[in-house]
C-alpha cells in the first residue's frame, strides 16, 4: 500500500470515528445504532487486506477509545481482529464474490457484538445481555445492512480495487 | 529450475498450462508478516488494556488519553454543530411517527387511570360506610345480646321478584340461620339461606318479610311488611285505638314469650311514620313507614350474631 492509500485510509477512519462518537451513535432506530467505523474498516479491509485491515482496526478502535475514554484498546483489539478477519475473507473466499460486503457486515456485526460483551464481561462491567445481543444488535445489523452500502461506494471510490497481488494461491486452484 | 508442466483438464478434455509456481519463501514470509503485525497488534491492544484497566484515573496513560480527547474535542463540537440541524430534523420525523403510538399509549394509561380513580372512589366510599357501621355498632343503642360481623353485598336483587342479597360472610364466621342485617340507618332483612362463606339475606321489602314492630314514643305495635310500591313499607295490624302520628319512629319490638321469641331483637330502628288513616271498615290502621335504609345501593351491612343461642321453637 503506497503512502497516498494510507493517507485516504487514515482519513476515511478518522472521520468515520468522528462521525460516529458524535452522529451516529445517537442515531436510534428501534434501539439500533449504525456502525460507520465498522463499515468503513470492512470496505477498506476487502479493498486493501488483512493487514491494512488490522492496522486501520486498531487505529479507529483505540481512537474510539480515546474519545469516548473508554478502556483504552478494548475497542482496538475487537475492530483490529475484525479488521484481520474481513481482509483475510477478501484475500480468499470472499474475492470477487458479489455478496461478499453484505456477508462480512452480518458475520463482522455479529462478532463484534459478542466480542464486545464478552470483554465487558469479564472487565466487569454491568452489560445486559439481552440489550446487547438481541435488541441492539437485530437493530444494528439492519441498520448497518442499509448504511453499508452507501459507505463501501465511497470506499470503493476513494480506494481503487487491486489486481490480485495477494490472491491466496490455493484459493484460486480450487475456485 | 523450474518446469513449466502441462496437463489435461478433466472436464474439458484439452490441454492447459500450469503456472509457473511461486517461489515458496515469498508466500511464508507473506504469511508470516500479516500474522506478525496481527500479534503485535493484539499484544499492544492487550497491554492498553490492561494498563488501562489496573491504572488509577490520574495515571499516565488515562492523562494522555485525556489531553488526546481534549485535542479532539473541538473536532467533535464541529461535527455536533453542523449535523445538529440533521438531528433535529430526524428526531422531528421520528416524533411525528410516534405520536400516533404515544397518543394511543397515553389513551391506555388515561383509562387505566380513570380506572383506578373510580377503585379509589369505590373504596373510600367503602371505607366511609364501614366506619359509619362500626360507630353504630358501637353506639349505646346497639342490641347488647349481638356482636356485630362486617359484610360485603357480593350479589345483589337480579329482578324487581326477588328482593334479596348475598353478603361476604357464612357459617364459618359465626353467622346463624335467620340472623338479623342491619345498617346504621336500620334493619335491612334476615339471613335465609347459608353456606360456610356466605349468606343470603331476605330484604324487609321482600314480600314474605315480616318484622313485629312498636311505635318508639307510644308503644303502639304492628306487623311491619313490604308496602303496596317500590320500597314502601306498611305497619299493619296496628288497633284502632292506638296512637300513631305522623314522623314517629318505629322499631323492632323484640317480644320474647316463654320460650319463644323474637328473630330479631328489641330497638332496631326500622323506618318513620309517613302516613296514618284509617276506614270506617277497616279493622285496623292503615300506617305507613318509610325506611332510611337504601334497599337498592346496600354496599356493606353487619350481620347480627347473637352471643346466645338463637330462640328454637319448642
Not at chain 2, 332483612?189 to 362463606?197: A, C, K, R, S, Y
Not at chain 2, 330502628?269 to 337498592?296: A, E, K, N, P, W
Amino acid at each position: 500500500m503506497n503512502a497516498a492509500d494510507s493517507g485516504i485510509v487514515a482519513a476515511l477512519v478518522f472521520v468515520a470515528v468522528l462521525l460516529q462518537a458524535t452522529v451516529f451513535a445517537s442515531f436510534d432506530v428501534l434501539g439500533g445504532t449504525p456502525d460507520v467505523l465498522l463499515l468503513v474498516l470492512i470496505g477498506v479491509a476487502l479493498l486493501r487486506g488483512s493487514v491494512t485491515g488490522a492496522v486501520a482496526g486498531f487505529g479507529g478502535g483505540l481512537l474510539l477509545d480515546v474519545i469516548t475514554l473508554d478502556t483504552l484498546g478494548l475497542t482496538a483489539l475487537i475492530l483490529a481482529l475484525t479488521g484481520y478477519w474481513t481482509g483475510r475473507y477478501g484475500e480468499t473466499t470472499g474475492r470477487g464474490r458479489s455478496h461478499a460486503a453484505i456477508l462480512a457486515v452480518l458475520v463482522a456485526a455479529i462478532l463484534v457484538a459478542l466480542a464486545g460483551f464478552f470483554l465487558h464481561f469479564l472487565l466487569g462491567e454491568e452489560v445486559s445481555a439481552r440489550r446487547a445481543l438481541v435488541e441492539a444488535m437485530l437493530a444494528g445489523l439492519g441498520l448497518n445492512l442499509i448504511f453499508g452500502a452507501p459507505v463501501f461506494a465511497l470506499c470503493r471510490s476513494l480506494l481503487r480495487p487491486r489486481a490480485g497481488s495477494e490472491r491466496a494461491v490455493e484459493v484460486r486452484l480450487l475456485g | 529450475m523450474q518446469r513449466n508442466r502441462t496437463a489435461k483438464s478433466a472436464v474439458l478434455g484439452i490441454p492447459v498450462r500450469r503456472p509457473a509456481s511461486r517461489p515458496f519463501t515469498s508466500r511464508t514470509s507473506s504469511a508470516l508478516r500479516r500474522r506478525i503485525v496481527l500479534g503485535l497488534l493484539v499484544l499492544a491492544a492487550l497491554v492498553l488494556i490492561t494498563i488501562s484497566f489496573r491504572e488509577t484515573e490520574g495515571g499516565p496513560l488515562h492523562s494522555v488519553q485525556g489531553a488526546v480527547a481534549g485535542l479532539l474535542q473541538p473536532l467533535e463540537v464541529a461535527v455536533n454543530r453542523v449535523a445538529r440541524p440533521f438531528e433535529d430534523a430526524y428526531d422531528w420525523t421520528t416524533g411525528l411517527f410516534d405520536a400516533r403510538s404515544e397518543a394511543e399509549t397515553l389513551r391506555r394509561e388515561n383509562a387505566l387511570l380513570q380506572q383506578q380513580v373510580i377503585q379509589n372512589e369505590s373504596a373510600l366510599q367503602e371505607n366511609v360506610d364501614l366506619k359509619r357501621l362500626l360507630e353504630y355498632a358501637s353506639a349505646p343503642s346497639f342490641p347488647a345480646d349481638y356482636r356485630p360481623l362486617a359484610a360485603e353485598v357480593i350479589a345483589r336483587p337480579t329482578s324487581a321478584f326477588e328482593q334479596e342479597i348475598v353478603v361476604s360472610v357464612g357459617s364459618a364466621d359465626g353467622v346463624q340461620q335467620n340472623a338479623p342485617v342491619v345498617t346504621r340507618e336500620g334493619l335491612v332483612g334476615q339471613v335465609t339461606i347459608l353456606n360456610e362463606h356466605a349468606a343470603r339475606v331476605r330484604l324487609l321489602t321482600d314480600e314474605q318479610s315480616a318484622v313485629s314492630a312498636v311505635d318508639l314514643r307510644t308503644d303502639a305495635g304492628g306487623i311491619v311488611r313490604h308496602g303496596q310500591a317500590g320500597d314502601a313499607l306498611v305497619l299493619d295490624r296496628v288497633r284502632k285505638d292506638a296512637v300513631v302520628s305522623v314522623g314517629d319512629e318505629i322499631i323492632t319490638a323484640g317480644w320474647r314469650s316463654g320460650q319463644l321469641a323474637s328473630l330479631y331483637p328489641k330497638g332496631i330502628t326500622i323506618g318513620r311514620v309517613t302516613y296514618v288513616g284509617q276506614l270506617d271498615t277497616d279493622l285496623y290502621q292503615q300506617v305507613q313507614i318509610r325506611s332510611d335504609v337504601d334497599f337498592s345501593s346496600l354496599d356493606s351491612v353487619l350481620v347480627l350474631v347473637g352471643r346466645k343461642p338463637a330462640p328454637r321453637l319448642p
